[in-house]
């Protein structure tokens, strides 16, 4: 058995059912040094890993996978940091300034739509008082900075993944007033207070954390009620809060099975019956999966977990299930799936043989909730255990939101695709959720697109071996927030670029399906957040159909926009991107490009052909 890495530093931590609210929160703590997680429901601290700058008055925030920071050594600078959530190391940063001059005294930090906002002093003190709130960008400058009203003093910020609602708070030693905040004019609201002083705050569902380094202690206020309870934390020094368990688009913590100090840690899951641990036997999001039964015993084991449901509510179970046995192929396996609110809601039973290596199917199931809490339960109910074992990877459940018919071709609100069927297998499934690993350009072009104003397609195929293509779309005729971009970060968001003959039939298809991973031989993140803006894929390698470069740009109407570069160089044996595509558009006189994404928008432009020679492509909108 392969031992795991401690991913995220959660040794000893058994979290099991997460209640409603409860929560993982990153800080800082100034007497090690060291990143760490709070548990927010008990108090514990655990080490993430040593900081190698010294903590100061600093703050938190996290977008996507990447953690900021804002580093104040009080009147001297301001530093922007991003650090590995993972070992605490810095990856970047840069000096924070603000109308080009350095600046001298931040005190807090949040992001709002991936965008980092900070609240800074401009008067150098001369009132002791954070009273500005300004955007902050990957170089560390400031823009769009708004004084406050009278008397503002923005000690900590947080912001409500959701709404996009950003509160603050006002903090003397002995007590703190809570905020909501407006932008445009920035304006503020008081709602709530506390009788400690704290430093920086946090939002997580419906509750709004507050750390106080001053009495050591964290606090949850109920945004609904204001009610206020408190949880003791250990002798330390914590300053700032930031999200560490963020479940993207899924209500289930864990369901990649990433998480955990060991193969018998599995954070977020109660485990019973049987030797159920996280193994390598396969994984088809990240680099585990659970295995069922890993002591060839009884094959008994059950996994579960509770969630926060809306009574009413439809929702989507999938899963990949897969059996894996190298001395055994064959062998038949089986697995129970139930979903249990007041009732049963799911009680289903999906099969497989098991292989060498692991063949994972991905599984779809639906249920409406009766209750305000719903327990998802998986059982092996394989009747072979010697040499044998059932896998389970990438759980989610979501809601499924109302809106258009899935089935019709038209991308909908709740829709991660819509494929014109309601079948499953064929990358989209019966309910209009993107299946793992299988979404692809369609056969013809899809309906629903954001259609862009400019767009230009270049192909060269003159040089065998060393073959080109350039795509730009721009102008998109809605405004493109991050979101409609997906999410390559803390998502798994794949994106294909689609290219049509003039009769509508498919000529090309290149894919990137890189989200989270190294790109290159120095092994860099190949994703990176455009500060809020968008999203920027790097690889020198081209191994994903020869992309070296994809840029993704959001902005209001008009001003979205999408670049896709790609190549083969055969002198350094880069030959994956695709061949031929300038000869199946070949005496063409239009072409449709389309840039698609398997959970967010999609984007078109209808071209006219200037060049089709076969060997040459080139074509543009308008």
Not at 314 to 334: C, I, N, R, V
Not at 373 to 381: C, H, N, Q
Not at 505 to 529: H, I, N
């Amino acid at each position: 058995m392969t031992v795991r890495l401690i991913l995220y530093a959660l040794a000893a931590l058994a979290l099991g059912a997460a209640p409603a609210g409860a929560a993982l929160l990153y800080s800082v703590d100034r007497d090690t040094n060291e990143l760490v997680l709070i548990d927010t429901a008990t108090g514990n601290v655990f080490p993430v890993g040593v900081l190698d700058f010294t903590p100061l008055d600093v703050d938190l925030t996290r977008v996507g996978d990447s953690l900021f920071a804002t580093n104040s050594d009080f009147e001297v600078s301001v530093t922007r940091v991003e650090i590995d959530p993972v070992s605490g190391a810095t990856l970047a940063s840069a000096p924070v300034t603000n109308g080009g001059g350095a600046l001298t005294n931040s005190e807090s930090l949040t992001q709002v739509g991936g965008q980092l906002l900070v609240g800074f002093d401009t008067t150098l003190f001369t009132d002791a008082r954070t009273d500005s709130l300004g955007e902050l960008d990957g170089s560390g400058a400031i823009s769009n900075g708004e004084a406050g009203p009278a008397g503002a003093d923005f000690d900590g910020l947080g912001s409500d993944p959701v709404t996009g609602q950003i509160y603050s708070v006002d903090s003397t030693p002995t007590d703190s007033m809570l905020f909501t905040v407006s932008r445009a004019p920035l304006a503020t609201s008081s709602f709530g207070s506390l009788d400690f002083g704290v430093n920086d705050i946090e939002v997580v569902g419906d509750a709004l954390f507050a750390v106080s380094h001053i009495t050591d202690e964290l606090a949850a206020v109920d945004l609904a009620t204001q009610d206020v309870t408190t949880v003791a934390l250990p002798a330390g020094d914590f300053f700032g809060l930031a999200r560490a368990n963020d479940l993207g688009g899924s209500l289930l913590c864990n369901g990649s099975f990433e998480l955990g100090a060991g193969p018998d840690d599995v954070p977020c899951w109660d485990v019973s019956g049987s030797a159920a641990r996280v193994d390598t036997q396969g994984a088809t999001d990240g680099s585990f999966s659970l295995n069922l039964n890993g002591d060839d015993t009884a094959p008994d084991a059950v996994v579960s977990q509770t969630v926060a449901t809306v009574p009413g509510v439809t929702y989507e179970l999938s899963f990949d299930y897969g059996a894996f046995s190298a001395a055994f192929p064959g062998t038949a396996q089986q697995l129970g799936v139930q979903a249990i609110g007041a009732t049963t809601l799911l009680d289903e039973a999906v099969d497989d043989t098991a292989s060498s290596p692991t063949s994972f199917e991905r599984f779809a199931f639906s249920f409406t909730a009766d209750s305000d809490t719903t327990t998802i339960e998986f059982t092996d109910l394989s009747l072979e255990s010697i040499s044998v074992d059932s896998n389970i990877d990438d759980v989610r459940l979501v809601e499924l939101v109302s809106g258009g018919v899935c089935g019709d071709g038209v991308l909908d609100e709740g829709e991660q695709c819509d494929d014109g069927n309601t079948v499953g297998g064929d990358g989209c499934t019966a309910l209009c959720q993107t299946e793992n690993g299988a979404f692809a350009c369609a056969p013809a072009p899809v309906a629903g697109c954001l259609v862009a104003a400019k767009a230009s397609l270049s192909i060269s195929e003159k040089k065998t071996g060393n073959e080109k293509l350039k795509a730009k779309l721009g102008g998109f005729e809605g405004a493109t927030g991050q979101g409609d971009l997906g999410d390559p970060l803390a998502g798994a968001t794949r994106y294909h670029l689609c290219v049509y003959d003039e009769g509508g039939a498919l000529a090309a298809e290149l894919s990137v399906d890189r989200a989270g991973q190294t790109c290159g031989p120095k092994q860099k993140p190949c994703w990176k957040d455009k500060g809020g803006k968008g999203w920027l894929y790097q690889d020198p390698a081209t191994e994903a159909s020869g992309t070296k470069k994809l840029v993704l740009g959001s902005g209001p109407i008009g001003k979205g926009k999408a670049l896709w570069q790609a190549a083969n160089k055969a002198k350094k044996g880069q030959a994956a991107m695709p061949t031929g595509i300038a000869a199946a558009l070949a005496g063409a006189d239009s072409a449709t490009l389309q840039l698609v994404t398997s959970d967010a928008a999609c984007f078109e432009a209808g071209l006219t052909v200037k060049k089709a020679d076969g060997v040459l492509f080139k074509a543009k909108a308008p």
